[in-house]
Nanobody
C-alpha cells in the first residue's frame, strides 16, 4: 500500500469549479493506475473517474463526463480531479484510490485510499 494524501475540496455554488489533489509517497506511483470515488450520505461509494499509469487512458461515470477531468503528474507523484460545472448532486466525500493494475471502475481493485475530502455544492 502507498500512503495517499488528499487536498482540495470545500464549498462551492452550483456551476462552480474545484480541483482535488492526491499526493502519493514512494517511487511506485507511476507504475499503477489511480481512481477517484465518492460517497454521499447514506449511499454506497461510487466510481467517478480512473486513469492509467501513463495517463493515456481515462474513464468517467456518465454523469460527470464533460464536466470532470482526471489527470496525473508522475514527476510530482500526484493525481488530480478537476471538477467544473458542479451540481448539487455532486455533493459527497471524495476519495482517491491507487494501486490498481489497470484503471478499474471497481473500488475492490484498489489497495490504497486517501483520507477523503468533502465537496459540497450549494444550489
Amino acid at each position: 500500500q502507498v500512503p495517499l494524501v488528499q487536498s482540495g475540496g470545500g464549498l462551492v455554488q452550483a456551476g462552480g469549479s474545484l480541483r482535488l489533489s492526491c499526493a502519493a509517497s514512494g517511487r511506485t506511483f507511476s507504475s499503477y493506475s489511480m481512481g477517484w470515488f465518492r460517497q454521499a450520505p447514506e449511499k454506497e461509494r461510487e466510481f467517478v473517474a480512473a486513469i492509467s499509469w501513463s495517463g493515456g487512458s481515462t474513464y468517467y461515470r456518465n454523469s460527470v463526463k464533460g464536466r470532470f477531468t482526471i489527470s496525473r503528474d508522475n514527476t510530482k507523484n500526484t493525481a488530480y480531479l478537476q471538477m467544473n460545472s458542479l451540481k448539487p448532486e455532486d455533493t459527497a466525500v471524495y476519495y482517491c484510490a491507487g494501486g490498481s493494475r489497470g484503471p478499474s471502475l471497481s473500488l475492490y481493485d484498489y489497495s490504497s485510499w486517501g483520507q477523503g475530502t468533502q465537496v459540497t455544492v450549494s444550489a
